[in-house]
């Protein structure tokens, strides 16, 4: 790649480790510009039946590989991308809108959940399930067949890597659709392990397209799971799909995360982290902070604490090059979404604190992008439009509560349970009050980010089975059971 200028490069979808054009292209546009992106290749049905064909004849010898020679080709993959690092990074910049600092993490990200499930200790093992006089039991973990991974595009490549490196070190083969938003960077970065042939034939495979390749994955039956990220309407659609070839299935859907801070919290710390939590990415994390609930003898001081924060850390910068954890909404739909939800939040006439400024295209030739400016809405309705769905920018309500029954319960979503946190300095108080929270996760005294060693997964509607951790691994294999009599 080297002496490759950005706009040179050129996209393919990646069959048997080869490259595959196609006569229909779509082309992104870049969301901090506007401008328009490289032309990439949609997929066709052949294109994908020619995968599932590829990626079910590697099954014969991929499944005979131990735990330890895949692992050996997982290091590998973690040292081909930390050599791309740059080349990634650049890329994933200009589809998202992220910073070149972000996109770089993002990047990491994926190079450091390689060497998680490279590492021995956290891939499963067989065990000993049952023992005594007249029998031993073991448990041994067997790949289910092919895995298509359907991904979402906030994070391009850590939600599609996660799925890659889950099925590799569990035996499996795995197809990746990228989000039709963010194909480029995920292309690119299988274009290289396939030119580099780290992988067999047929083990990594990728395909560009949308929704009507999302669907065709969750038919075919030469495909053994789906792994989908994404919102919960398509979470249902793909479920019930699957369900006709009976296909194992993970859905890591949509949250809308409730933020708790007791009276006794840090508060100068806890705004800091609940800023990082809302505004981090521009809000576009499935467990970003997305309902603040503030203990009423501190409400107003940690507003006007939030507030000057936001105003100091979270500011619209356009270079991409200044190092940035905010950024524009990442696509044309989002941003509509969030622009419908400002509009709610001012037509209701609630207390927009900071923010709330949408910038629209086209009205000064200067500026450009999906951007909205970092938005603070104190003490909206509970009922409002802000509160019930998850916005998924850069937008927060802040409410008041005072007693713990009463904000747990608003905390508790009928629909909903990703993640949530508890900023409180009496750990007692704090954890009593995780324990009583409806959601997957739970972060006390920090914001909500994911770790590799832990189960990660949504209660109700936020979910199906989970990912991550040991655990994680588990929705990627059979779990055999064998009966050895004594
Ligand atoms: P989306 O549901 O619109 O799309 C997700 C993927 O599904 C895309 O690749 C899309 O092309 C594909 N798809 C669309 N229709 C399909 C169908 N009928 N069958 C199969 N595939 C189909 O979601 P999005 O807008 O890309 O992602 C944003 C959402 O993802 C947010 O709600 C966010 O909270 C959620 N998310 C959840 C997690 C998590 O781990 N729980 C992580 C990141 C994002």
Redesign the pocket.
């Known amino acids: 790649m080297a002496g490759l200028e950005m706009e040179d490069l050129k996209f393919h979808n990646i069959i048997n480790n080869t490259l595959r054009s196609s006569p229909t292209t779509h082309t992104v546009t870049n969301p901090r510009t506007e401008s328009a992106l490289w032309p990439c290749p949609i997929a066709s049905p052949a294109d994908f039946e020619d995968a599932v064909s590829s990626a079910n004849r590697a099954f014969k010898t991929w499944k005979l590989t131990t735990l330890s020679e895949r692992q050996t080709l997982l290091t590998k993959l973690a040292s081909h991308l930390e050599s791309h690092l740059s080349l990634l990074s650049q890329i994933l910049a200009l589809e998202s809108g992220k910073s070149l600092l972000l996109s770089e993490l993002d990047v990491r990200g994926a190079i450091a959940q390689c060497l998680h499930y490279a590492d021995p200790t956290n891939a499963l093992s067989d065990h000993i399930q049952f023992e005594d006089s007249s029998v031993k039991i073991i448990a041994t973990h067997v790949p289910l067949g092919v895995v298509a991974a ?6 391009p490549l850590i ?1 599609s890597n996660l799925k890659v490196v889950s099925s590799l070190v569990t035996g499996n083969r795995v197809i990746v ?5 963010t194909p480029y960077a995920v292309l690119k970065w299988i274009e290289l392990v396939a030119a580099e042939e780290i992988l067999p034939l047929g083990v990594l495979q990728v395909l560009n ?7 065709q ?2 038919l075919h039956p030469g495909i053994a799971k ?1 792994s ?8 249902k ?2 479920m019930a ?1 699957c369900a006709k070839t009976l296909k194992k299935v993970t ?5 809308n995360d409730a933020c708790i801070v007791c009276a006794d919290a840090d508060l100068p710390k806890a705004v800091k982290s609940v800023a990082g939590g809302a505004f981090f990415n521009a809000g ?4 970003a902070t997305k309902r603040v609930y503030v203990h009423e003898s501190v409400y107003e001081e940690f507003a006007r604490r939030l507030v000057e924060e936001v105003r100091g850390s979270y500011t619209v910068v356009e270079d991409a090059s200044v190092p940035s954890v905010f950024g524009p909404v990442s ?1 044309k ?2 941003f509509e979404t969030v622009k419908r939800i400002v509009e709610d939040c001012k037509r209701g006439g609630y207390e927009i604190v900071t923010g709330g400024e949408v910038r629209e295209s086209g009205k000064e030739e200067e500026k450009k992008g999906f951007w909205l400016e970092p938005t603070i809405v104190k003490g909206p309705p509970e009922d409002s439009m802000l509160v019930r769905e ?1 916005q ?1 920018g850069p937008i927060l309500p802040v409410l008041s509560w005072s007693d713990e029954d009463d904000v747990i319960s608003r905390s508790n979503l009928a629909n909903a349970g ?1 993640g949530a946190s508890v900023y409180s300095s009496d750990l007692a108080q704090a954890e009593r009050i995780a324990r009583r929270l409806d959601a997957g996760s739970v972060w006390i005294n920090q914001a909500e980010r ?1 770790h590799m060693g832990a189960y ?1 997964s ?1 209660f109700k509607d ?2 199906f089975g989970g ?1 991550m951790g040991k655990q994680g691994l588990l929705s990627y294999s059979y779990t055999q059971s064998i009966h050895f009599a004594k």
Do not use: R, Y
Not at 209 to 215: E, K, N, P, R, S
């Open positions: 359907i991904c979402p595009w906030n994070f939600l659709k990228p989000s039709p938003f397209g949308g929704a009507d390749l999302g669907q994955m969750t789906v989908f990220t994404g919102t919960i309407a398509v979470g659609a793909v799909a859905l890591e859907l949509a949250g576009q994390v499935c467990v696509n739909v989002q998850e998924f990703l994911p990660f949504g936020s979910g990912e």
